[in-house]
């Protein structure tokens, strides 16, 4: 029996290390479905140079199953049809990090490994630019 696809929203940065090589579609494909909020899409568009914003949209279009309004409104920010007054609700995050997440505000989802692969790309890609510090000298990357 296969389980359902983790539902999850994906920060920024995710899009930028998927353009860059960091972290492989693949690794997720058809175990997550990811969806955004306008704040993904906004801090894409502010992207200043254009090549790079078009090739940001072209992941974002791939990776992206739906858009969901954010359980929040913040005046100036916030666009309508696309912001709730959320009050005092918390939406859990889809997983938890053990030492990391809120115990009542993450999902302790079952043993579907996507935490895994994911951080083992972005482990990769720090041991590599940290290589490529000590070579050519360089302050070690935080």
């Known amino acids: 029996m296969t389980s359902s696809p983790v539902k999850c929203m994906f920060d920024t940065r995710a899009f930028n290390l998927v353009l860059d090589g960091a972290v492989s579609i693949e690794s997720f494909k058809g175990r997550a479905v990811a969806y955004t909020t306008h704040i993904q899409r906004d801090e894409i568009n502010n ?15 791939e990776v992206v199953s739906g858009s969901v309004p954010t359980d929040s ?6 666009r309508i049809g696309e912001a ?7 939406v859990p995050t889809e997983s938890a990090v053990w030492g990391v997440s809120r115990w009542d505000e993450a ?9 895994t692969p994911i951080k083992a790309d972005l ?15 360089l302050p070690k990357p935080r």
């Not at 992207?47 to 279009?61: G, S």
């Not at 709730?84 to 918390?90: F, H, I, P, S, W």
């Open 47 to 61: 992207t200043k140079d254009p090549a790079r914003k078009a090739e940001l949209m072209r992941v974002f279009n």
């Open 73 to 78: 409104l913040v005046l100036g920010v916030s």
């Open 84 to 90: 709730r007054l959320g009050g005092e609700r918390v």
């Open 107 to 115: 999902k302790w989802t079952a043993n579907d490994n996507l935490y």
């Open 123 to 137: 482990d990769k890609l720090n041991k590599a630019r940290a290589t490529m510090c000590r070579t050519l000298s």
